[in-house]
């Protein structure tokens, strides 16, 4: 099974400030087919259903501010929110959709300060 | 406008049984390969089980496997969960979703319980 490593458990942030977060793989999450990482980011707000933000590593979903983005390929990969609003107040995690089981990262939980 | 409705949750005791049901709207469902994930009260996400579009294979968690069943009725647009011996860990939010280019609409959720 492939393990996912997800950093930091938690931060706290002013509104305008940037957040990283990391999630490493424990094998390369980059396809030789079509050379796509297999790599999503999702959002969950408090009391809600997660929201796909990013996907295929780098790809935003519809509809997602740019201040989101996504980054990296084989093991490491970060998720960057520049620009942070009191509405991204959020878990956020990491997932591998590359081979099953499918494997979420702990999650990261984002405050505002 | 794609919608993933869950149903049939609930308390259950200790090695029964429960079938979760997700209707699904707004897009071809018989297109699109779907999943169960789950979340534990205050814990992270758990992928649960997979199914092809057409039904014809499906992927377990180690820890579900043999008993849980994933199924789906096409005609009807709808995923099922079977839950059978049912344990205390199991107790969860379970998530309907659809799997895109991966894991892209989540439906509101079925609250799970297994408790005596």
């Known amino acids: 099974d492939i393990v996912m490593t997800q950093s930091p458990f938690s931060l706290a942030v002013s509104e305008g400030e940037m957040v990283t977060i990391n999630c490493k793989s424990s094998?390369?999450?980059?396809?030789?087919?079509?050379?796509?990482?297999?790599l999503a980011w999702y959002q969950q707000k408090p009391g809600q259903s997660p929201k796909l933000l990013i996907y295929?590593?780098?790809t935003r979903q519809s509809g997602v501010p740019d201040r989101f983005i996504g980054s990296g390929s084989g093991t490491d990969f970060t998720l960057t929110i520049s620009d942070v609003q009191a509405e991204d107040l959020a878990d956020y995690y990491c997932l591998q959709h590359y081979s099953y089981p499918l494997t979420f990262g702990s999650g990261t939980k984002l405050e505002i300060k | 406008e794609v919608q993933l409705v869950e149903s049939g949750g609930g308390l259950v005791q200790p090695g029964r049984s429960l079938k979760l049901s997700c209707v699904a709207s707004g897009f071809t469902f018989n297109n699109y390969w779907m999943t169960w994930t789950r979340q534990a009260p205050g814990k992270g996400l758990e992928w649960v089980a997979s199914?092809?579009?057409?039904?014809?294979?499906?992927y377990y968690l180690d820890s579900v496997k043999g008993r849980f069943t994933i199924s789906r009725d096409n005609a009807k647009s709808t995923l099922y969960l079977q839950m059978n011996s049912l344990r205390s860990e199991d107790t969860a939010t379970y998530y309907c979703?659809?799997?895109?280019?991966?894991?892209?609409?989540w439906g509101q959720g079925a609250s799970v319980t297994v408790s005596s």
């Open positions: 979703t659809r799997d895109g280019a991966t894991v892209d609409a």
């Open positions: 295929y590593a780098s």
């Open positions: 199914i092809t579009n057409t039904g014809g294979s499906t």
């Open positions: 094998q390369s999450l980059l396809s030789s087919g079509n050379q796509k990482n297999y």
